[in-house]
């Protein structure tokens, strides 16, 4: 239980740092180096136009990632432990949670990275944070990999070049062709690569969950769920303000139904 609470606290740090990381280079590095294109008009100059969609993207990743956390699932107030368990009627999908130490309505799974459990009232969010995650690390890839291409002169027109960048750059970097600033954008690309493809895929499974109108903790414990149309088990995460919500980071409007279901 230590290591688990521990990595509650490691991970939302771990995050951090790497969104920490990636502000800097993209505000430090990568932006500077657009600037220098003079061709481009000022509105529709490549830094501008790079800067406002990296803005977009982050901005709705970090604040879903706020509102994951402020939106708790649905304490059982009655509920004070594992013991109750044993109450007359619990209603479906509650878990006692070991980590937050607490019993959650319509629990999902716990997640270290945002140090909270998922569940019926911030799914939506939790969805939108692992989908602007994955583009965001993603679009960082790709102006990393446009850096890399001025500054070093690589071309990365043949498929196997990002995969063969790693070892080259790593034997030139001990004689002295590449700079330490040059090497760790390298080793970023990989960083940003493999945990956009995580969320991806975090996203899509879980969107698959939600079609269904199935939980994680459901479908580990074998627990039957009611066959419903997909757009109804759709609109109990997502609410109807769902494009609003695609847009701009706000709370789950579709809580209250949640909570209905489970009643
Ligand atoms: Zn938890």
Known sequence: MLA???LNVVAPAYFLCISLVT??????LFLPSMRQDPSAAWLFSPALLHGALFLFLSTNALGNYVLVIQNSPDDLDACQGPSTRRAPCPPPSTHFCRVCARVTLRHDHHCFFTGNCIGGRNMRNFVLFCLYTSLACLYSMVAGVAY???VLSISFAHPLA???LLPTSISQFFSGAVLGSEMFVILM???WFAIGLACAGFCCHQLLLILRGQTRHQVRKGVAVRARPWRKNLQEVFGKRWLLGLLVPMFNVGGESSK???K
């Open 4 to 6: 688990l609470r521990l």
């Open 23 to 28: 502000f800097v280079l993209q505000l430090f």
């Open 148 to 150: 890399i291409s001025a």
């Open 162 to 164: 990002f995969l063969t």
């Open 189 to 191: 690309l990989y960083l």
């Open 260 to 262: 209905q279901r489970d």
